[in-house]
């Protein structure tokens, strides 16, 4: 029975760094759950399987794939709180909580993504200088492992482990339903302001002057030239309490991640678009009003972003700065640039605020993240970026950047051991594991 519900098939993480021939499956009902569980020594969960790095891939286990566990399980309006599976998709989830005015604002960046993949990458989104990560949302977990059991996690029950699942990169088990507070929201439509700014120090300038708690605020900076580096926009989304239009169902789309044969970013296309799109930006109005799928989810619609890498792939780092570090970072970046010329394709800035623990990737410093077209160049740019994480305290996420060394991750995570030690206590066999896992050894 067991060899019926499963297929093999050849995985690749975002990136289209690693890719190999997995064994999957796609259980129904929670004993099917823990059927194929119990059959096999590695397993791993995924959802829609879109976390840059390889978080789904383990050439040696069963990859489970959460799709079909996507029921809205209970919900309380008066209470604000909502049980999901953890294979629905944002999109499903918002089509539900926003009819009833409400959400969790700390959503990831596309609509397809999975409630459990949000969750165990502890997800943020543009609004993380204000309400954090997804952290804050969450009331409690059901979890699901092959050697403990079915296990409520919450902060009153299981704590432990609980503080261990969010941003645990599913290492701790099978995230099966998660309960969320809700937040409520007035409207769906946003006014959108844009300020220019002509370095990536005056940018930061300008988060420390606006400092809002009301608004979503983001940046977008050129990179394709060492005369350019740093000019562009910040982005500044506050919702339009005014606005009467009813809210409508998010609508589905069919647009895939489907990279070309052949690149079409290089260093000519990648200045041609990047000054077609300051150019625009700054000749249109400072102000639009914009709505809800464009603000949260805005590579919707536009997938050729990333197909335009082809199936080489690309390289994406996302570091969290301390403040009083990135002027210095800031410096050596552009002394950097200035020795590989690596091909930027997109360089953007954001406030984050949280709490350090564990591997999440979270904290009260200044989000920088960077596209890159995977070349020599780029690669020898990236190992002297990863000393100026160690350098200046910089944490680089996992999630995005799938050539990050155990070194570095150690060095750079100094809750990583005490995760690690708690998670051997907790699963002695260690049963949950990824390429990511594996290859920084935790």
């Avoid at 989104?125 to 699901?144: A, D, E």
């Avoid at 009301?214 to 394709?224: G, M």
Wanted: aromatic share 14%.
């Amino acid at each position: 029975m067991i060899k019926n519900t499963t297929e093999e098939k050849k995985i690749f993480s975002f990136d289209k760094n690693f890719s190999h021939n997995i064994l999957f499956s796609k259980p129904d009902k929670y004993k099917s759950l823990e059927d194929i569980s119990n059959n096999y020594d590695e397993i791993i969960s995924t959802g829609s399987n879109l976390s840059y790095s390889p978080l789904a891939i383990n050439k040696d286990g069963i990859l489970l794939e959460l799709k079909k566990f996507n029921r809205i399980l209970g919900f309380n309006k008066e209470e604000k709180i909502i049980t999901v599976e953890a294979g629905m998709n944002l999109m499903e989830f918002l089509n539900f909580t926003l009819k009833e005015n409400l959400w969790i604002p700390q959503l990831p960046g596309y609509p397809t993504i999975t409630i459990g993949g949000a969750v165990a990458a502890n997800s943020h989104g543009k609004s993380c200088g204000i309400h954090g990560t997804i952290r804050n949302s969450i009331k409690s977990i059901l979890l699901f492992h092959k050697i403990n059991g079915w296990i409520n996690l919450s902060e009153n029950e299981n704590k432990e482990i609980f503080d261990l699942t969010i941003g645990g990169l599913g290492l701790t088990g099978t995230i099966v339903s998660v309960t969320f507070n809700l937040s409520k929201i007035d409207n769906t439509r946003f006014n959108t302001t844009k300020h220019k700014v002509n370095s990536l120090n005056e940018c930061k300038n300008f988060f420390n002057e606006k400092n809002s708690k009301n608004s979503f605020i983001y940046s977008w900076h050129r990179a394709d030239d060492l005369k350019n580096l740093g000019k562009g926009f910040v982005y500044e989304n506050v919702l339009d309490m005014k606005s009467v239009k009813k809210f409508k169902n998010l609508s589905k789309k069919t647009f895939k991640f489907k990279p070309f044969i052949f690149p079409l970013w290089n260093k000519l296309s990648i200045k041609f678009i990047n000054n077609f799109f300051f150019i625009f930006n700054n000749l249109s109005k400072k102000e639009n009003n914009e709505d809800f799928l464009k603000v949260i989810f805005p590579f919707y619609g536009k997938e050729s972003y990333f197909n335009f890498f082809g199936k080489k792939g690309f390289l994406e780092s996302q570091l969290l700065i301390g403040e009083q570090n990135l002027d210095q970072f800031i410096d050596e970046f552009k002394n950097l640039y200035k020795t590989y010329k690596p091909a930027i394709t997109l360089l953007s800035l954001k406030n984050m605020s949280g709490e350090q623990k564990y591997i999440r990737f979270e904290d009260n410093k200044i989000c920088f993240t960077f596209d890159l077209i995977k070349s020599k160049s780029s690669l020898l740019f990236m190992n002297e970026i990863d000393k100026l994480c160690v350098k200046y305290q910089i944490l680089p996420s996992i999630i995005k950047d799938s050539r990050i060394t155990k070194e570095t991750f150690y060095d750079s995570y100094k809750y990583a051991s005490d995760f690690k030690s708690k998670l051997y206590l907790f699963d002695k066999k260690r049963v949950y594991k990824s390429e990511v896992s594996k290859r920084l050894e935790i």
